[in-house]
């Protein structure tokens, strides 16, 4: 059984990875989840990013949680942290 000390740390390492992760792509990505360029989708940030969210849960549904489908758990995490600014950016 894992001690709270250890949760704890293991909470802030992955803490700092999604932080570390989510700024790389939002520059590699030219901030793209906030500011769409929106070419072919007129859809406002917000729907956006919950239409990703509905994605990447769909992929857990048909595939479940396992090696293959790990990353998807950081990308749900990622795209909830992009809701919650995207809230905030708009007042909500």
């Known amino acids: 059984m894992a001690n709270i000390t250890e949760v704890n740390k293991l909470i ?6 999604l932080k570390e992760l989510l700024i790389q792509k939002n520059i590699d990505y030219n901030n793209s989840l906030q500011n769409p360029i929106q070419v072919f989708s ?3 940030p917000i729907d956006g990013i919950l239409s ?3 994605d990447k849960l769909n992929r857990i549904k048909k595939k479940g949680i ?3 489908t790990e990353d998807t758990i950081m990308d749900i995490m990622g795209y909830l942290v ?3 600014v995207a809230k905030k950016l708009n007042n909500n």
């Open 12 to 17: 802030e390492e992955t803490c700092n990875e």
């Open 42 to 44: 007129k859809s406002a």
């Open 52 to 54: 990703r969210l509905d």
């Open 66 to 68: 396992n090696d293959k």
């Open 82 to 84: 992009h809701l919650k």
